[in-house]
C-alpha cells in the first residue's frame, strides 16, 4: 500500500524529490507549487519568485575544502549526471569541457580536482592576463528550461500529479495530498519552497536570505565550453545551453531582493564574457574591441535576474513533526536553502529527502 506524499515546490529541487519518491512505487506524490515549468513561456513572463528557471546552470563545485557534505552531494549528482547525460539526451544535459581561471591560487589543492573526469592544470604560460591558476575538466552543461521540463514530464509519467496552487502555510499542502492508503493516514509533506520558506506558514525561516544574480541569454552557436574566472576583482562566467544559445553573469549581491535589471551590469557583463571567452563572437581582427562589443550586445536574447535562496548554516535538511489541527501530527521533511548549488547538488539532496521519508 502506497503512502501519500505532498511536495511543495516545483524548482529543480521539489521536481527531483517527487521523481525519486514516485520511482520507487512505495509513494503516491502530489506537488503543489506557485510556479510550475511551463512550455514556451518568455522570461519576461516568468515569476522572480522562484530560482530554478533563471539558472544557468552548469556543474561546477560550490563546496569548500572543509565542507565534506556538500562535497558528498555534488559529487554524487556530478556521477548521476554524467550518466543521465548518456542515458537521456532529451534531459538537456550535455557533457562539455570546463574551465576554472582564478585570479589568486586557492590555498590548497581543490577538493574536486581529483574526482572529476579528465582534469588539468592549465600551465602558467596558458593562462591570461591576471590569472594565477587554472583548472580544466569534464563537466555538465545544463539546458534549464529543457531539463525543468524533462523532470516535470517524468513525473507526470510515473503516475505523479501536479496542483498549481500557492498555499499561505505548510500544513495546507495536505489537502492536495493523493488517495492513497488508509483514509485516516495523513501524507508526508516535503517543504522544497526555497526562498519562499522565509515567509511560508509554518516554516518562516529567517535565516533564508538572497543573493541576485544578473544574467544575460545570448546568441553565440560557437562558444561550446563553460569558463568561469573566480576572484574578488571579476567573477564573470559563460555557460552554453546547447542549443546556440549561452548564458553569461554574473553578480553575487548578497541580502539584494530588487528583481530590476541594470543596464550598466549588462554592459560589464557583457565585457567580461568577451573577454572570458572570444569564441562568443567570431574572430575579426580588423574589428575594434568596443565594436565588438557592440556586436554581442546586439545578440541579446535576454535579460534574467534572480534570487538565489541562501541560508545562514547551510541546507535545511530534516523531519520536523507539525500538528494539524483536527487531524493530528504531520511529518514534514525539509529540503531548502540550496543557494547556488541547486541544480549540481539537486539529485543527491533528492536522495536523502527519499532517506528521510523511509525512515518514517
Known amino acids: 500500500m502506497q503512502q501519500a506524499v505532498v511536495v511543495v515546490g516545483a524548482g529543480v529541487i521539489g521536481l527531483s524529490v517527487a521523481c525519486k519518491l514516485q520511482e520507487t512505487g512505495k509513494y503516491s ?10 512550455a514556451n513561456t518568455p522570461q519576461s513572463r516568468l515569476s522572480t519568485k522562484w530560482a530554478s528557471p533563471w539558472a544557468g546552470a552548469h556543474w561546477r563545485a560550490w563546496a569548500s575544502n572543509q565542507d565534506t557534505d556538500l562535497q558528498e552531494m555534488e559529487m554524487r549528482t556530478y556521477r548521476e549526471m554524467l550518466r543521465r547525460a548518456d ?7 550535455s557533457v562539455a569541457q570546463g574551465v576554472e581561471l582564478y585570479e589568486e591560487s586557492p590555498a590548497e589543492p581543490l577538493w574536486y580536482a581529483s574526482m572529476v573526469e579528465n582534469a588539468r592544470e592549465i600551465p602558467l604560460a596558458d593562462l591570461p592576463e591576471g590569472i594565477e591558476y587554472g583548472l580544466e575538466y569534464t563537466t555538465l552543461l545544463i539546458n534549464v528550461p529543457k531539463y525543468l521540463l524533462y523532470l516535470k514530464s517524468l513525473f507526470v509519467s510515473k503516475g505523479g500529479r501536479i496542483y498549481e496552487q500557492s498555499i499561505e502555510h505548510i500544513l495546507d499542502a495536505v489537502r492536495y495530498a493523493p488517495a492513497a492508503g488508509p483514509a ?64 553569461i553573469g554574473g553578480s553575487v549581491d548578497k541580502h539584494k ?14 565585457s567580461r564574457a568577451l573577454e572570458l571567452e572570444p569564441a562568443l563572437l567570431p574572430v575579426q581582427s580588423s574589428e575594434t574591441l568596443g565594436s565588438r562589443l557592440e556586436m554581442l550586445a546586439e545578440q541579446i536574447v535576454s535579460v534574467g535576474v534572480g534570487l538565489r535562496p541562501m ?35 539537486s539529485l543527491a539532496f533528492a536522495d536523502k529527502a527519499l532517506e528521510l521519508a523511509n525512515a518514517l
Open 311 to 345: 541560508r545562514e548554516g547551510g541546507v535545511r535538511l530534516e523531519i520536523e513533526k507539525m500538528r494539524k489541527e483536527g487531524a493530528g501530527l504531520v511529518s514534514v521533511i525539509h529540503c531548502y536553502g540550496h543557494g547556488g548549488f541547486g541544480f549540481q547538488s
Open 29 to 38: 506524490v502530489a506537488i503543489v507549487a506557485e510556479n510550475v515549468p511551463c
Open 87 to 93: 542515458d537521456a539526451p532529451e534531459s538537456g544535459i
Open 184 to 247: 485516516s493516514a495523513l501524507p508526508i509533506v516535503v517543504n522544497c519552497t526555497g526562498l519562499g520558506s522565509r515567509a511560508l506558514g509554518g516554516v518562516n525561516d529567517k535565516k533564508l536570505y538572497p543573493i541576485r544574480g544578473q544574467t544575460l541569454l545570448v546568441n553565440a552557436a560557437e562558444a561550446k565550453r563553460t569558463v568561469t574566472r573566480i576572484g574578488s576583482q571579476k567573477f564573470s562566467y559563460v555557460i552554453p545551453r546547447g542549443d546556440g544559445t549561452v548564458v
Open 257 to 270: 531582493w530588487s528583481c530590476e535589471p541594470s543596464n550598466a551590469l549588462s554592459r560589464q557583463i557583457i
